[in-house]
């Protein structure tokens, strides 16, 4: 943990408006997060978690209140801006993976490379190097839906991490594996936060909690 | 990167080949038709442009007075060209021509066994010595300066030099023509190419005519109208100022100063091919309108290939919500995505590309036949235009594509996050709207070719005020024995059974007439008639009507004359019988009208009737003999006329027509241009329905969950489909309500074109409406009944 802080959120509502109801899913949320601190959200079922994760990861947009990354303050953000922050310091991993399918375990470990416009020759080595850390050599050249579930959730961890995000954005990250594969993707969490990877994670799963510094409750909306 | 895309790209085409199909399929089609189009235009501008001079070069055309019913005509009298050149300084050249149709050419010297050849020729063109300096022909062998300097001098083409004389050097060898003048052959020039709207099978040269005069004509009045006339003017010669120059010279030299003479203008050669309405009958043409309306056609049949593509593109986007939500998540701005969905959609029309020039060489043979144009590719040599068309293929891709990618570049991470797939409903105003402007080109042109179908119908079977059926007219050329003997030839045919009457005339309606001028005492003008030297069974036999006084007999013959009605109409003459007209050959003297004819078309339905003055043949010149024949066994009474044509010429080849299929032929463009709109039309609602296919197929897709519900909720198959199907019904609706004016309009347009035409009536609506109906249901049923037959279980099971 350096004490630089991450993410700053400050009074965040977020609404949703139907006619003329409004639906409140998140009501004056204040959060900070330090760099390299490993944060896990939790909270029953509807009670906002995923929208303050995609808030934080900029995904969808806070109704009120002011929400600043790395100082910046994101509400002001240009969409190039922003697609420039996911490029350079976010990484995403989903409960369901969400692996391009008609592309092979290489050329999905690749695609964010390319939109950084990383010269080739980089690229092969990164891709390599993240192969053999995640262990999936062998299946570098197979499509997604060859792939177990488990083998998928690593392949999306593995894209997350290929460009050294900052921060990693875990929604879910074990929901569809089993007990062995779940442990298997938090050792590999707990080994890059220890590498310096600020690390916010939303799960329902006690035993996943352990393996962060703090917990969030979210109930209704608000933070307990 | 790229890499990457195009790896996507196939993959995707490869997993999704029902709609790549489509998609490859419309695009194909639009292009194809747009190549061809685009071959066919570049053709047509390039008409006359290969003449070096072309700039600079001119033809004198006269313009009508209002009174006359004479039309733009390049025909002048052969004093003005040497005149005007003269007295003008800005003319550097002038070159008249005179062109001898049917004219029999006979080759002297006998030709190893065969013995002399004979045959009838056209395009005998007499021209003046500075043809060359004008015009860029290639003379092949002759001596330019001196080839067309003596008279009786003529210059053969390639193909006819090779016809009459084989391997053998025709150069200074001797042919006979029509009646027995000699010529020498002095040169020999390269073929006409096709891009020339000069045709010409031989070059004779123009002193010629001093000896012999066609039709006893004569040559040095300032009434002959024979000779089309071409003007070089100097570098930085301006036209207005030629054009008005001229016209004063001719004023002054026009004998009788006190009558008008007619308007005179300078056309310029690059512009007669596609713009001049002068007649047609010296050079051949073409017309802006035609390109125009090809053009448009290729535009909108491509556009509506466009539209599939966009269609389709956005129906089916929500399937790639995934890739677009993950992608932007790893980093993808939206230019990056734009990129790869344009190149999706260009990678798709490379493909269509291939299959459209290959299609193109498949059909350009065809195609040439229809628009008597030569149109292809030549792969060897044409390699700016494949690039061109590939160029054009690319702009398409990323044109089509464009809306699309944009649509897909929009989506929203956070949407795919959710589940929520955006663009079912999103965007389906604009494919409605898409769908309606396909069924609405469609519906115009299954319109439009109703509209032209009907429009021929008419004018075949339009009463023409004279009987068409049964009438053989045998053409009597040059020097053939039988003008001589034509009395005698008559009555030998009058005796063949089956064989109702016989007529010796010096025309027949559909082939063309001689144009006098006829002077009015009181608007002291001029009118224009076409005169017809006839016998006493020439009205008969055409079953023309008399409307007033009696008609030619035996008796009357030798002085007297029939007018038509439109005569005794332009000459404010009520009572015309008695009257008396000037025969057209000054020597003959004055006629009196013994009886006023019906109008009858002699021409093709695009003019208006015309004024006619028919005198006794024998005063004229005899060119045709008629022949009324019984319908039974035409063979057997064609080989009896045979027989006697034998006995009085021999020599002459035994040619005939039926007057009815010299009717059709007037039509003959029309025809073409009726078939090229049904080949259009056709296409245009092929790939509507491709597209309307696609479309169907999507949504009963889309559709299936809520099908099976309905169905296990008790909806029968026929409900289901009703359901569906009714959605798209409204969009055709639409569009034919659209179509409905828009062809209304068009189809008048192109009426105008004939003075005789059909009024678009209430019931070519209403087939139009029920063909397109037809046809788009045909399209959505398949799909529909297809998804509303599936058992539910099937399409619930996948909750």
Known sequence: MTGVIMIKLANIFKWYSNKFVRTYVLRDVNLEINEGEFVTIMGPSGAGKSTLLHIIGMLDEHSDGEYHFLDEPVHKLTEKHRSELHKNHIGFVFQSYHLIDDLTVYENLETPLLYKKIKSSERKALVADTLDRFGIVAKKDLFPNQLSGGQQQLVGVARAVITTPKLILADEPTGNLNTKQGEETMEMFKKLHEEGTTIVQVTHSERNAVYSDRVINLLDGRIE | MIINYIKIAFRNIARNKGYTFINVAGLSVGLTVCFLIILFV?????????????????????????????????????????????????????????????????????????????????????????????????????????????????????????????????????????????????????????????????????????????????????????????????????????????????????????????????????????????????????SIRYIFIFTTIAILILLIACINYINLATARASRRTLEIGVRKLVGANRSQLLWQFIGESVILSIIAYFFAIALVELTSNGFSNIVQRTVG???????????????????????????????????????????????????????????????????????????????????????????????????????????????????RLSEIPY??????????????????????????????????????????????????????????????????????????????VGRTVQSPLRKIGERTVVGVIADFHFQSLHEMIEPVIMFDVNDLWTRYIAVKIHLTDVEAVLTSIKTVWDEFAPDYPFEYFFLDDAFDRFYRAEDRFAEMFNFFSFLAIFISCLGLLGLATYVAERRTKEIGIRKVLGASITGIIALIVKDFLKLVIIAVVISTPVGYYIMNRWLEDFAYRIEIGLWIFALTFMIVLIIAIATVSFQTVRAAIANPVESLRYE
């Open chain 2, 499 to 576: 064989i109702e009457r016989v007529s010796i005339a010096s025309t027949v309606p559909t082939q063309s007439t001689s144009r006098f001028r006829l002077h009015r005492t009181e608007k002291d003008d001029y009118i224009h008639y076409s005169v017809f030297g006839i016998d006493e069974n020439f009205i008969d036999i055409f079953e023309i009507e008399l409307v007033k006084g009696t008609p030619f007999t035996e008796d009357n013959r030798r002085t007297a004359a029939l007018i038509n009605e439109t005569t005794a109409k332009s000459l404010n003459w009520d009572d015309p």
């Open chain 2, 42 to 286: 570049r053709a047509e501008l390039s008409v006359d442009r290969f003449h070096e001079n072309s700039e600079r070069i001119y033809r004198i055309v006269s313009i009508p007075e209002e009174s006359g019913f004479i039309r733009i005509s390049p025909m002048m009298p052969p004093l003005l060209g040497p005149l005007l050149a003269a007295e003008l300084p800005e003319i550097q050249q002038y070159v008249r021509f005179y062109h001898a149709n049917d004219v029999l050419i006979r080759t002297e010297e006998s030709t190893d066994a065969a013995g002399s050849k004979q045959f009838y020729e056209d395009k005998f063109v007499f021209v003046d010595s500075t043809f060359f300096d004008v015009f860029s022909f290639t003379l092949v062998r002759g001596d330019i300066a001196h080839v067309l300097n003596q008279p009786f001098s003529v210059i053969f083409t390639e193909s006819k030099a090779r016809k009459y004389f084989g391997d053998e050097d025709p150069i200074g060898k001797t042919i006979r023509y029509g009646d027995g003048y000699v010529f020498r052959i002095t040169g020999i020039v390269e073929d006409c190419p096709e891009l020339s709207t000069l045709q010409f099978n031989f070059l004779a040269s123009l002193l010629t005519l001093n000896t012999i005069q066609p039709q006893g004509v004569d040559l040095s009045s300032w009434e002959v109208f024979s000779y089309p006339t071409f003007l070089l003017l100097y570098p930085g010669a301006t036209l207005t100022a030629v054009e008005e120059k001229a016209i004063e010279v001719i004023r002054k030299h026009f004998p009788r100063p006190s009558l008008a003479a007619p308007n005179f203008q300078l056309e310029p050669l690059k512009e007669i091919y596609l713009f001049s309405e002068a007649e047609r009958h010296t050079v051949t043409a073409g």
């Open chain 2, 377 to 491: 590719i030549d792969f060897r040599n044409d390699f700016p235009m494949l690039l061109i068309l590939f160029l054009f293929t690319i702009a398409t891709g990323v044109g089509a594509g464009s809306y699309p990618a944009l649509l897909l570049a929009r989506f929203k991470p956070v949407d795919v996050l959710k589940k929520i797939y955006g663009t079912g409903p999103k965007g389906a105003g604009l494919r409605k709207g898409l769908v309606v402007f396909q069924f609405a080109v469609s519906g115009i042109l299954i319109l439009s070719t109703v509209v032209i179908q009907n429009q021929l119908d008419f004018i075949r079977q339009k009463n023409l005020g004279l009987e068409k059926e049964g009438v053989v007219v045998l053409p009597v050329k040059q020097a053939n024995p039988v003008r001589q003997h034509a009395e005698v030839f008559k009555h």
